[in-house]
């Protein structure tokens, strides 16, 4: 009898015990699902919050890049005492790495710009990405062509002055970032086309008027470059896009990712860093090496991570194909 009520007693501890594994089974189960199911919402559905997220990160990359050129501007005027850029980053144009970290901070710039290049590439052969994205791979060899020949050539002079030719080409470039902008602002028909093409010239002419009247010398070329695509892609984004309205949020929403908002954050802290933290601490992590990384990353998360079957519908709903 004692026997037969101690097996008894087992057999109800292991029901008990099963059901409450059982238990903590389907609640962890269902917590992950709730989980699960909030990030997707939280990082893709059109929500008036993320297109606040969205237009606050376009105005922080706005100030930042507004700031760094006034700071660049000043500094240029008296370039051996600066009072706000790193003087080795004025000497250079560039936060050359420590020689610990890279000897050749051009030629390790150049070899992942190549990398990415390939495998954008690659990635486009496979089908894994549509056939457009080859300019992605077009963009990063010809940025690893500009580090190979900086790596080849000795520090350019404090006086040499751009030369025509080579302010054409920099015009050239320097439009990349107006006209998409452009582009941008009419398909979300916040301008016409007219508008839309005079704003384009005359932020252009504005851009290269600050670069041949203000900065002239041409080490600072990459870096004008990069400052001024951003600012002409930001502000007329921040300003004009909005965060309240039905097609605002959709407009912002559109792809909305938190990888994605990570990225352009990393992107924007890496260009106020460079030139105003380069002899702080920057040279001795990687010098311009971290924007090349940041600005890698960027166009990578937004390529491979950012959710491409969100159609957006003018009237503040969105479809999910």
């Not at 890049?65 to 250079?92: C, E, R």
């Not at 457009?132 to 006086?159: C, I, P, V, W």
Request: hydrophobic share 45%; aromatic share 12%; with cysteine.
């Amino acid at each position: 009898v004692a026997c037969s009520l101690h097996d008894r007693a087992r057999e109800r501890e292991k029901r008990t015990s099963h059901s409450r594994v059982s238990y903590f089974n389907s609640a962890h189960t269902s917590r992950c699902a709730l989980l699960a199911r909030w990030m997707t919402e939280t990082m893709t559905v059109s929500t008036p919050r993320n297109a606040l997220i969205s237009w606050i990160v376009d105005a922080i990359g706005t100030i930042a890049v507004v700031v760094l050129l006034i700071s660049w501007l000043i500094d240029l005027q008296t370039p051996q005492q600066p009072s706000y850029l790193s003087k080795s980053f004025l000497q250079h144009g560039f936060c050359l790495s420590s020689p610990q970290i890279f000897e050749d901070t051009h030629f390790s710039c150049s070899l992942l710009d190549a990398f990415c290049g390939f495998l954008f590439i690659f990635s486009a052969v496979k089908g894994k990405m549509p056939s457009s994205s080859l300019g992605f791979a077009s963009y990063f060899f010809a940025h690893a062509y500009g580090h190979h020949e900086l790596s080849q050539k000795s520090n350019t002079r404090e006086d040499e002055m751009i030369k025509p030719d080579e302010m054409i080409t920099l015009a050239c470039i320097l439009a990349i970032g107006p006209w998409s902008s452009a582009s941008f602002l009419v398909k979300s028909k916040k301008m016409s086309n007219t508008s839309a093409n005079i704003f384009a010239t005359v932020t252009l002419a504005c851009l290269v008027s600050i670069y041949a009247f203000l900065i002239k010398n041409p080490k600072f070329g990459l870096l004008y470059i990069n400052i001024s695509i951003t600012i002409s892609a930001l502000l007329p984004k921040m300003l004009l896009v909005g965060f309240r309205s039905e097609e605002d949020v959709a407009l912002r929403t559109s792809g909305f990712h938190w990888a994605s908002v990570a990225s352009n954050l990393f992107v924007s802290c890496a260009v106020m860093c460079e030139p105003f933290f380069c002899d702080s601490f920057i040279k001795r992590i990687g010098g311009h090496f971290i924007f090349d990384l940041a600005l890698a990353i960027d166009v990578i998360v937004k390529t491979f991570m950012v959710p491409k079957d969100i159609e957006i519908h003018f009237i503040g709903k969105m479809k999910t194909k």
